[in-house]
T-cell receptor, first 110, second 114 residues
Framework: AQRVTQPEKLLSVFKGAPVELKCNYSYSGSPELFWYVQYSRQRLQLLLRHISRESIKGFTADLNKGETSFHLKKPFAQEEDSAMYYCAVHGSSNTGKLIFGQGTTLQVKP | EPEVTQTPSHQVTQMGQEVILRCVPISNHLYFYWYRQILGQKVEFLVSFYNNEISEKSEIFDDQFSVERPDGSNFTLKIRSTKLEDSAMYFC????????????FGPGTRLTVT
């Protein structure tokens, strides 16, 4: 079964510190992975997609098929990065449904 | 920038009552979804809708649930006889085409069943 695991409910770092939000997945076939972010009182929005290999707001994520991981990283955290982060995978059906991890709250302290 | 909208933002209902949650997807989008998030748990897929029919539904989406796109703009989720365990945040999302990957989410409707 397809599954996404985010082992940390809360990650608390100081401003300027590196950040790594962990995501592991189980999926048969070629997964399509995403990171969505939800800032306080705002809606879920797409942050990154693995295929595009781009950096958004300083965040990057590399798909590691050997370790079945898609960790989200940022070298220097900013206070405005404080939010809920969800890792998600496209389901294997053709409908585009997303399967989400439990989410990690990132708290960046001044 | 166009956004997905959802109404109401909060709905309180009694067990056994019917509720209709409303969504207005982005106007030229073709794929529509409902997800729910029970407090403290993950966001879960409920149903996807394309070309005026359900394209996939999860195990959660039993006979008590139905979706409709009655007028080409609204996309509704109906729960016929609510249970306490239906209390959750319900998110609507839309996607432009099969080849576009981003889903655009609404702000959610918090459903409280008492």
């Amino acid at each position: 079964a397809q599954r996404v695991t985010q082992p940390e409910k809360l990650l608390s770092v100081f401003k300027g510190a590196p950040v790594e939000l962990k995501c592991n997945y189980s999926y048969s076939g070629s997964p399509e992975l995403f990171w969505y972010v939800q800032y306080s009182r705002q809606r879920l929005q797409l942050l990154l997609r693995h295929i595009s290999r781009e950096s958004i707001k300083g965040f990057t994520a590399d798909l590691n098929k050997g370790e079945t991981s898609f960790h989200l990283k940022k070298p220097f955290a900013q206070e405005e990065d404080s939010a809920m982060y969800y890792c998600a995978v496209h389901g294997s059906s053709n409908t585009g449904k997303l399967i989400f991890g439990q989410g990690t709250t990132l708290q960046v302290k001044p | 920038e166009p956004e997905v909208t959802q109404t109401p933002s909060h709905q309180v209902t009694q067990m056994g009552q019917e509720v209709i949650l409303r969504c207005v997807p982005i106007s030229n989008h073709l794929y529509f979804y409902w997800y729910r998030q029970i407090l403290g748990q993950k966001v879960e897929f409920l149903v996807s809708f394309y070309n005026n029919e359900i394209s996939e539904k999860s195990e959660i989406f039993d006979d008590q649930f139905s979706v409709e796109r009655p007028d080409g703009s609204n996309f509704t989720l109906k729960i016929r006889s609510t249970k306490l365990e239906d209390s959750a945040m319900y998110f609507c999302a839309s996607r432009l085409t099969h080849y576009s990957y981003e889903q655009y989410f609404g702000p959610g409707t918090r459903l409280t069943v008492t």
